[in-house]
Each structure stands twice: as structure tokens, then as C-alpha cells.
């Protein structure tokens, strides 16, 4: 059981907008940075957002990340066949000194 | 453009000790303010962070879960960074990656991930 809890399942049609969801506690996201990744099944992770809602060279603003409380959602808008592909968020859980993973949501395009 | 590469048998038995590399290419591993981090990936399962490890090893962060049996260690000299990880069971059958994170900034650079299965 993952201490960051993420919907097991999303999915959209091309040029939808969706979102997944990502929900933890105060010490992880309500006083911690949130980071997102991306991964297509047999290659690596993906860093897509770091710091909340900020963008690594080459995503494309399509991905966007908001914040509330201990809470955060990605969204994804204009979806691609691309973007299929497993999504896990992530944050720094300090009653743990470590950091923690969501359970990832497998993203659908149909 | 900095790589990482796992290193390391894909095969290990049960209670022994899986021990994995991994070996940094295009930059330092000794410059920036970067941690070392090792994550891995049961298969269909989600992601878990094992841990991790500053540059100059002063600082080691581990999973609670695994901290009993694990340890990072670096090797500058090398450019390499290396997880021991003791006492293994079925259950630490998994994707293995390396990667690099800098600090609040998530981890950017990782490695292709080194399939180590633990079976007799």
C-alpha cells in the first residue's frame, strides 16, 4: 500500500483533457514539493514536473500541476496516443526521511 | 549529457546479498549538489525508492522498509555509486534503477533499469 494514493486508472480520447489525482498527508505533500513521472512500460522513469508545477526542459506545457492543501493533480491537456503510459507522483515525506511514491495510474488514450 | 548504467548479476539466490553499480558517464559524480538514488520496480507493481546518497556520503537517506538491509555506498574515484542489499527473498525480485536527483528538483537522469531476479 502506497503512502501517496493515486487513482489505479485513467483515461481520455485524443484532444481530451484529463487529470490524476494524488493525495497524501502534511508531511509529505501539504509541507513538500510534489514531483511527477512518466513511464512507458520498458524504459525508464520520466522526470515530468519538479517543485510543484515546473516543467524539465522538453515537456511540453500540455502538463500542468496544481497544488492544494495535501493534495495535487497532473493534468494533461490536447492528449496524445503518446501520453499512454504509467504516472506516479512523488514527494519528500519528512516523518519518514525518505521519499514515497504514489501507487501510479495507468493513463489510456482511446 | 550525463548517463547512468546499472551494473550487476540478474540473478541472485535467496539470502544472499544483491549488489548492484552504478557507473556515471558526462559529468562528475562528484560536482553539483546532486544525490545518488537507487529505485526499483517489482513487476506490476508501482515505484520504490530505496534510497539515496549525497556526493561526498555524508548524507544517506534509506526506505524505513529496507533500511535494516540495505547500504549505499559512493566511490568518486570511480564515478560510480553502488546498493548492497542483504538477506533477499523472492520479494526483492524487480527493475532496478539508478538515478540522479537534485536537490528539490526530482530525479532527472536514470539510469535503463537492470532486471535482478532472486530465485535458487
Known amino acids: 500500500q502506497s503512502v501517496l494514493t493515486q487513482p489505479p486508472s485513467a483515461s481520455g480520447t485524443p484532444g481530451q483533457r484529463v487529470t490524476i489525482s494524488c493525495s497524501g498527508s502534511?508531511?509529505?505533500?501539504?509541507?513538500?514539493?510534489i514531483y511527477w513521472y512518466q513511464r512507458v512500460p520498458g524504459t525508464a522513469p520520466k522526470l515530468l514536473m519538479y517543485r510543484n508545477n515546473h516543467r524539465p526542459s522538453g515537456v511540453p506545457d500540455r502538463f500542468s500541476v496544481s497544488k492544494s492543501g495535501t493534495s495535487a493533480s497532473l493534468a494533461i491537456s490536447g492528449l496524445r496516443s503518446e501520453d499512454e503510459a504509467d504516472y506516479y507522483c512523488a514527494a519528500w515525506d519528512d516523518s519518514l526521511s525518505a521519499v514515497v511514491f504514489g501507487g501510479g495510474t495507468k493513463l489510456t488514450v482511446l | 549529457q550525463v548517463q547512468l548504467q546499472e551494473s550487476g548479476p540478474g540473478l541472485v539466490k535467496p539470502s544472499q546479498t544483491l549488489s548492484l553499480t552504478c557507473t556515471v558517464s558526462g559529468g562528475s559524480i562528484n560536482s553539483g549538489s546532486y544525490y545518488w538514488s537507487w529505485i526499483r520496480q517489482p513487476a506490476g507493481k508501482g515505484l520504490e525508492w530505496i534510497g539515496r546518497i549525497y556526493i561526498s556520503g555524508s548524507i544517506i537517506n534509506y526506505n524505513p522498509s529496507l533500511q535494516s538491509r540495505v547500504t549505499l555506498s559512493i566511490d568518486t574515484s570511480k564515478n560510480q555509486f553502488s546498493l548492497n542489499l542483504s538477506s533477499v527473498t523472492a520479494a526483492d525480485t524487480a527493475v532496478y534503477f539508478c538515478a540522479r536527483e537534485m536537490a528539490a528538483a526530482g530525479n532527472d537522469y536514470w539510469g535503463q533499469g537492470l532486471l535482478v531476479t532472486v530465485s535458487s
Open positions: 502534511s508531511s509529505r505533500i501539504g509541507s513538500n514539493y
